[in-house]
């Protein structure tokens, strides 16, 4: 295999179709442990739904990429580990209280660092690919050249390939502030809130949640044009955000992706791709510039 062709999902009946399109993983959030708006699931939940995914022929990764306060770390381990135990392969996280707990108890090749824009560095991806890490998730905000440059340095580079990318995070309840100040509804935990500059006007996702307040992309990161680039270099894991994108994109965006790893022909699934989804703002985003000039 080329490489793992990984989803967020936040919904379990589309299992199966998803695997059928061309998924090898689902990325599932955990409650009260993310620096995600996908839908997220309790512990418990988490348990039953790894053993559905795993019947559909799909991996589970748990995605617990929150900044753990000191009083919650250990309970975030814990719950880490009752999710290993009940057959996660893998755990997506940036907090390394976790990092540690894997590697004192022994399953560090289930672990995925992603600490978001920050993976920018080779040294830094070279010492956590040699902690024994499952994979290190390069930075989405970084030109082609140096992802490839990141990537050929280690041996479990991952990309997030395509959809919204997180531009910030803040431990500040930004909304919640905005609403009291303007006298407004309630804006934590509500989908479908843009942010606009003045001097621009692309319409960037925000949403703020029990935890941070996250600022996202005006546009959908698209990298069709760039996989065979990122196979070449090395990159071994590939993530597709799903997150306010439809049903049927998301199942044509996965057929796309699994052509590209399993070397079929893709020129006219992507021209039909980019036509049929032409109103999206898709976007190479930072892949020809460099974020800071």
């Known amino acids: 295999m080329n490489g793992k062709l990984s989803i967020t999902c936040e919904n379990p009946v589309l299992f199966t179709e ?20 996908l839908k997220a699931y309790d512990k418990e939940e988490m348990v039953k739904l790894i053993e559905e995914a795993h019947q559909c022929g799909l991996d589970v990764s748990v995605l617990m990429n929150r900044l753990f306060h000191e009083n919650d770390a250990a309970k975030a381990c814990e719950n880490m580990k009752r999710l290993i135990d009940a057959g996660a392969d893998g755990i997506i996280f940036a907090d390394t209280a976790l990092a540690y707990t894997a590697k004192r108890e022994g399953f560090m090749n289930r672990m995925i660092f992603q600490p978001e824009t920050m993976m920018t560095s080779s040294f830094d991806a070279k ?42 995070v803040s431990g500040r309840p930004l909304l919640s502030a905005y ?60 993530v597709i955000d799903s997150w306010m994108l439809k049903e049927t994109c998301i199942k044509d965006t996965l057929r796309i992706y699994r052509a590209y790893l399993d070397a079929d ?29």
């Open 127 to 168: 010492v956590w690919h040699d902690l024994g890490t499952q994979a290190v998730m390069i930075s989405s905000l970084l030109t082609k050249e140096e992802v490839i440059h990141i990537a050929s340095c280690i041996d479990n580079g991952g990309v997030n390939v395509h959809g919204y990318q997180m531009m910030s």
């Open 265 to 293: 022909q893709t020129e006219d699934m992507v021209r039909a791709y980019r036509e049929t989804y032409g109103e999206l703002p898709l976007s190479s985003g930072y892949y020809e510039q460099k974020t800071v000039r």
């Open 179 to 238: 609403s009291d100040h303007r006298g407004l509804y309630p804006l934590k935990n509500k989908g479908n809130l843009f942010l606009v500059e003045e001097k621009r006007d692309g319409k960037m996702p925000v949403y703020e949640n029990d935890y941070c307040t996250m600022v996202f992309s005006d546009y959908i990161q698209e990298s069709f044009d760039e996989m065979k680039a990122f196979m070449k270099a090395g990159v071994k894991r590939f």
């Open 18 to 37: 998803y695997r059928q399109a061309g998924a090898d993983e689902v990325i599932l959030a955990l409650k009260d442990s993310c620096f995600s708006p």
